[in-house]
């Protein structure tokens, strides 16, 4: 018999509340994570109402930073768009704090967290799957992956294939007839290559079209399957500064590339000489 009846690999708002929904059921649940809590977790920190009550979490108990966010005011083309919501539509925390709660709410409902561990590979046998550690072997019927962008666990056990469904989300404002694109946000790195971006914009303004929408602003942020879409240009005010020196090599590298677009053939070149597929508009 394995010691523990689940392992959830990643100790993030997933894998906490996963294993706090399974400890509370009488499981007995083991949460690793490579990072040392509270750790820092880049992110808006936007969690919305719907979340936090899946979550289970009252934003008036919740005893660390929490600000509601009930109206937005956009301007946008000489025009001022309001959104109010009867409620608060969203709310503001910090992701070290949230994220340390989370977990420490797991702990105290009897999952058994680990952190500081990194999970260096998982092997599935026929009775239960081993996760592999730099502190040791862990073995359990069960392993959630839990691990974020790089889990562990969809790296051995399977990720997003050509077979399963990308999954993709457009975020923009629409204002009247008029749309502005802001996100664009896929999983799925193997179907880079069939660009989800273009993919995704191509449904929505088709969509939008339907709907009356007859000006598609690109504007916002360039990527390369914005530049292939054949829109017309406007320039575009994009400005990369680093805050220390840390920063300098993505300066450096977003300034590379800006004059590599200046010249289509010595872009085909460097593109040859990293390995890449040439772009359409190069065969
Ligand atoms: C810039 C940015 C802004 C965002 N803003 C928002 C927002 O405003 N609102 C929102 O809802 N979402 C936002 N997101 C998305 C949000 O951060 C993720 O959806 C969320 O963190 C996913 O939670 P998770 O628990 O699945 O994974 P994560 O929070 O990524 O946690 C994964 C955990 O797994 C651990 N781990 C990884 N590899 C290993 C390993 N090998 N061994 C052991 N442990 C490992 C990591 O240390 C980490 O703690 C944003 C994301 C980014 C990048």
Redesign the pocket.
Known sequence: MTAHDVIV????????TAAWRLARAGLRVLV????VFP?V????????AE?LRDLEITAEKYPLTIKPFDACVIEFDGGRHETAWRGPASYGII?REF?HYLLERAAATGADVRWG????GVEAGPESVAVL?GRGRFEAPIVIG???????VAKALGDVSEREEVVAALLGIRVGSHYLMVRISNAGEKWSNCSPGRLIIERTMAALHKDGVRKFDFSVVNYAYKRRFGVAHIQLVDILAALSWRGWPYVLRDRAARELRRHPRLAAYARRMLGRPPRRDEN
């Open positions: 690999v990643g100790g993030g708002p997933g894998g906490s690793l994570d490579a990072a750790r977790k880049i992110c808006a920190g936007w969690v919305t979340a992701r994220d561990i990194r999970v260096t550690t839990a691990g974020g962008h790089h889990c562990p």
